[in-house]
Structures are given as structure tokens and as C-alpha cells.
């Protein structure tokens, strides 16, 4: 009962996280809009592999958060060293 | 256990909804990077650890461990990365007035 209430309330960070993201003015309040939304859906992914009990989903979720990590540090070398910022 | 693990949950929600007032509050870049990352890292770990007391002694467990770890050994490199491209790149941090 409690992860399902706590599904929910993730979900809904996770709306209001993606329409920030969407309707952000610059690339910085991007990625930091993007940085939010990779960490709720790795949240929703961790409470819903315990909710169902399936390990493979866990590792999933493990190989998720590397991917964000590896975005989000990426696009902020490339700006740093000189890319687009529109 | 279980109690324990539901007082967590709950005050992980609680975290979760201060966050997204913060970063609606706040109008500077600066700040809504500190209010991000403080606030995402306390719902994260307070989320991981009140599953792991769920779960027990099992595999899983394991794999949550290595899941924190990496979440909090990764979580300050990515918005000190995107504080220092927006210091570098021309967003100036607000000079504090001395009245």
C-alpha cells in the first residue's frame, strides 16, 4: 500500500519535473530539469522492482542510473569546452 | 521494520514535494541547484534505505547498496559540472549588497 502511494507521488514529480524541463529558458535550467528527471525515474524504477519482486528490473535501474550520469556530465563538458548554448 | 520503513517512505514524500515547491520558488539558477541536489539526495537515500529494511537479507539488498553508493558518489559531480559550465559561460553570480 505504501510503495503504491509513493508510485503515485513520484509520478506525479515526475509530470511536473518533465513540463519544467520542456518549458525551461536556457541550457543550464535544462540540464538541471534533466538531472530531476533522470533521478524520479530511477526512483519509480527502485519502488517498482521491489512492488512486482524482480531482480532483473533492479539491475535495469542500475544500468540506467550510469547512463544519466554519463548524459548529463557529457552535455556540461561540451558546453564548458565551447559548444552551442542555445 | 515495516513501521520504520513506512515512517521513511512518508517523510521521503514529504522531501519529494518541498522539492518541487523549492525549485518553483526560486528564481536564480544558483539556488535551485543547491535546493535540487540537497533535497534529491536526502529522498533518494531515504527511498533506498526504507527498501532495503524492507527487503531483508537478500540479493536485492546488494543490489540497492551498490545503487546508493553510485547515486551518492555521482549526485554532487553532476551539479557542481553544470554550476561551474553556467560560472564559465557567462551566468554571473549576484553580488551580495551591503546596506
Redesign the interface.
Known amino acids: 500500500m505504501?510503495?503504491k502511494?509513493?508510485l503515485v507521488?513520484?509520478c506525479f514529480?515526475l509530470t511536473?519535473?518533465f513540463y519544467?524541463f520542456l518549458t525551461s529558458k536556457?541550457i543550464?535550467?535544462r540540464?538541471?530539469n534533466l538531472?530531476?528527471v533522470s533521478?524520479k525515474i530511477?526512483?519509480i524504477f527502485?519502488?517498482y522492482?521491489?512492488y512486482i519482486q524482480d531482480?532483473n528490473l533492479?539491475?535495469t535501474?542500475?544500468t540506467f542510473?550510469?547512463v544519466s550520469?554519463l548524459v548529463?556530465?557529457l552535455i556540461?563538458?561540451f558546453?564548458?569546452s565551447g559548444g552551442d548554448?542555445k | 521494520m515495516i513501521i520504520i520503513s513506512n515512517i521513511m517512505l512518508v517523510v521521503s514524500w514529504i522531501f519529494i514535494i518541498l522539492g518541487l515547491i523549492g525549485i518553483s520558488r526560486f528564481d536564480k539558477l544558483y539556488s535551485r541547484l543547491l535546493t535540487s541536489s540537497k533535497i534529491d539526495s536526502a529522498a533518494i537515500s531515504l527511498i533506498l534505505v526504507a527498501l532495503m529494511l524492507r527487503e531483508g537479507f537478500t540479493e536485492m539488498t546488494s543490489v540497492l547498496i551498490i545503487i546508493l553508493m553510485f547515486v551518492l558518489f555521482t549526485s554532487p559531480i553532476t551539479n557542481h559540472l553544470i554550476a561551474f559550465s553556467a560560472y564559465r559561460k557567462g551566468i554571473a553570480v549576484e553580488e551580495e549588497k551591503n546596506d
Open positions: 505504501m510503495l502511494i509513493t507521488v513520484l514529480a511536473v519535473s519544467r536556457n543550464w535550467d540540464l538541471l538531472n530531476l533521478v530511477l526512483m527502485t519502488v522492482s521491489i531482480l533492479l539491475d535501474s542500475l542510473v550510469i550520469f548529463v556530465v556540461s563538458r558546453v564548458i548554448t
